[in-house]
Structures are given as structure tokens and as C-alpha cells.
């Protein structure tokens, strides 16, 4: 079953000054967010494979909209994040469902590549409730200068049987990154860490 989809909302972060310097080119991120329907929400289900099925779903839609937000093509995608929101009448374990079992594989087909696990947080909350999106380089875990979140929150969202998904995707990573390590010209892309 598809998810139903209240709402969805696409926003794009672009720093131009970081400590006083120009930066340049700004760094982006964007982050593309869907609210929905909860299918389980007020009650226990032993099997959730309906949930895990829209994360593909949601994977796959949320991160396109990121790339088309950026205006990038896939390859030029550096970090990713995913994120969701329980409302109260759901379980933490309805996001999970979502986000872990397989979303993984439609955001990196839509990315072309990501073999770095897919930096993930997840809560239960009400209306307007926060969370950081957490980031990461798609290519190499250890790349310091990508270590990154993006906040998202929705004024009316979610709702008791709802469930806020997002997922973030950026062209850079943090503006200005001077705290050494792992550099994004060093990446070998062969096991997700380095």
C-alpha cells in the first residue's frame, strides 16, 4: 500500500558567510520532508512490513526532490541524512520500520551511489516538534568535514496517527571545515568508511 501523504515540504539551506568570511562556493543543503499517514497508529502490529515498504517509497521521492531543490545532478550529492517523527498515537518502532530496513537502497540508486551507512535519527513527538537531521558524506563515513545536521520541523505536524519523514541531502559539506582528518579528495569509496 502506498503512503498517504498529507503534505510534503521541500527546503533548501544555503550558506553564503560563515565567521565573518565569505563562502564560496555556499554550501547547500537541502532536505525534503513528507507527512503521513500512520497505518498502525493506536495499536500493536507484529508485522510492519507495510511501513518498511514506504520508506522505499519515501526514499526514493524525498531524495529526487532534494537533488531537484539543489539543481544537481545525483553524482554531485555529498552527504546524505534520513530522519522521522512519530506522533503519540505511533511507536518508535513504526519510524524504524520506515527508515531502516530499506529505505537505504532508493536513496542511493537516486543518488547513483552511497555505499556509507545513512546517518539516522528518530522520536516521537507532536505538533512542531524538532529534529535534527543528522549527515554525513555518501561515500566515506570518516570524512570529518561532512559530519553535519540540518533541523526540520513542521507547525502542524506531526498529528497523533502521523509520521514526519525526512531525508537530507547536500552538495558540500559544512562551510569553512578546518578540524583536519579524512579530506573528500581522499575518499576510495571502496567500503563506506574511508
Avoid: W
Wanted: charged content about 25%; hydrophobic content about 40%.
Amino acid at each position: 500500500m502506498p503512503a498517504t501523504i498529507r503534505k510534503i515540504l521541500t527546503q533548501v539551506d544555503e550558506t553564503l558567510i560563515e565567521g565573518g568570511r565569505s563562502v564560496s562556493p555556499p554550501t547547500r543543503r537541502a532536505v525534503s520532508i513528507a507527512v503521513i499517514a500512520n497505518p498502525f497508529a493506536g495499536g500493536y502490529r507484529d508485522d510492519l512490513g507495510e511501513l518498511t515498504e514506504i520508506g522505499v517509497e519515501l526514499g526514493d521521492l524525498l531524495t529526487k526532490r532534494c537533488l531537484a531543490a539543489l539543481g544537481i545532478e545525483p553524482g554531485q550529492a555529498e552527504s546524505f541524512g534520513k530522519a522521522a517523527i512519530v506522533g503519540e498515537g505511533g511507536e518508535l518502532e513504526h519510524a524504524a520500520a520506515i527508515l531502516h530496513p530499506k529505505m537505504g537502497t532508493p536513496v542511493r540508486a537516486a543518488l547513483g551511489k552511497g555505499p556509507a551507512l545513512i546517518p539516522s535519527a528518530k522520536k516521537r513527538g507532536g505538533l512542531g516538534t524538532p529534529i535534527d537531521v543528522p549527515l554525513g558524506h555518501k561515500d566515506a563515513a570518516y570524512v570529518r568535514s561532512h559530519f553535519d545536521a540540518v533541523e526540520v520541523r513542521v507547525t502542524d505536524a506531526p498529528r497523533s496517527g502521523e509520521i514526519l519523514v525526512a531525508i537530507a541531502v547536500t552538495d558540500s559539506g559544512r562551510p569553512l571545515p578546518r578540524i583536519g582528518g579524512l579530506t573528500k579528495d581522499q575518499i576510495k569509496g571502496e567500503d563506506g568508511l574511508r
